[in-house]
């Protein structure tokens, strides 16, 4: 059964210094085949020309004075909007034009459905060299590996109801920090009272991070910072659809530290072998994935990448380990907010 009226869709883009992409981002979310939308953006505080570029483009601009962080910045956009539905973007991604549309059909034949959570498509919005092809390709795998029912969420790119929102609450304002992980939190609450599902019908195109060191300290940073959020959730087992799996960190983990075994016995490199070995085992179907999307010039890097990445994610696990048995306060970060269920 159609529904008897087309729901108004809320999209709210939280920015800050987003000036060379977020003009592709507001124009793909004004031109999108849903008939019925609102584009708000949320400037937090940009210290660029970003606000100037946003008035030129025909939304809701709502500048922030102070600099909140993205969940905050979503909430004041929620605060603003009017849609039946909040779509969230953010400003390094553009949609395809039939993101929307495909969202809104998936609450129309399940309205049960708490959120719809979309996927980055399999090219850059911004091509900035190897490495973000890499980033790129390995999200891109990584995400459509695990479509259907979901737990953790994707606000790049993904759908809400308004009527779960006044059920359960919006972002923690409490979460505050680069790598407070706000959206995981609230995603993992959306999961405990709705079912979700994640789909390659809602792409989003992203100009991924292209400077190394920056995606090294990020996954770092963010890997200890999970640590209490995911031992919270251990029903919802949310590390089973992190874009870096445990197996692969654990074999890039040992391969490494195992290592120093050679200096005891040169028969001990079997050892690390052993590990890199199922390191490469494991991380074989993606590397499979890049050959046949971009050649196998992409392969050698991606598979140096994937195991960097997987170490940079096993010494921030390791130090958030350390931080949630010493910190108290650390451990109880993801306390369930007041007046939420």
Known sequence: MKPAHTPLVSVVIPCHNSRKTIALSVLSALHQTHPSIEVIVVDDASTDDTPEIVRKLGCTLI??????????????????????????????????????????????????????????????????????????????????????????GHFASGAVPRRVIDDIGAFDERLLGQYAN??????????????????????????????????????????????????????????????????????????????????????????????????????????NYVRRTAGWRMVPPSALLSFLYSLAISAGALSGGLRYVLDARFRQRYQTPAGVH
Not at 70 to 86: E, F, H
Not at 221 to 250: D, I, N, Y
């Open 63 to 152: 500048e922030l004075t102070d600099n909140v962080g993205a969940g905050p910045a979503r909430n004041r956009g929620i605060a603003a909007s009017s849609g039946d539905i909040l779509f969230f973007l953010d400003s390094d991604v553009a949609l395809a034009p039939d993101a929307v549309a495909n969202a809104v059909k998936i609450f129309e034949e399940n309205p049960s459905y708490g959120a719809v959570w979309g996927v980055y498509g399999d090219r850059p919005l911004v091509d900035d060299g190897v490495v973000e092809w890499v980033q790129v390709l390995y999200g891109h795998y990584r995400a459509t590996r695990k479509l259907g029912p979901a737990r953790t």
């Open 182 to 287: 706000e959206d995981h939190e609230f995603s993992l609450r959306i999961a405990e009272h709705y079912p979700v599902t994640r789909t390659l019908s809602v792409v989003g195109y992203h100009d991924d991070d292209d400077q190394l060191s920056s995606i090294l300290r990020k996954l770092y940073r963010r890997a200890g910072s999970l640590v209490p959020l995911v031992l919270k959730q251990r029903e919802l087992k949310p590390e089973r659809e992190a874009t870096h799996r445990p197996a692969e960190v654990a074999a890039a983990f040992l391969a490494t530290t195992s290592l120093p075994l050679v200096l005891v016995s040169p028969y001990l490199a079997a050892v690390p072998v052993a590990f890199l070995t199922w390191f490469i085992g494991v991380d074989l179907p993606l590397l």
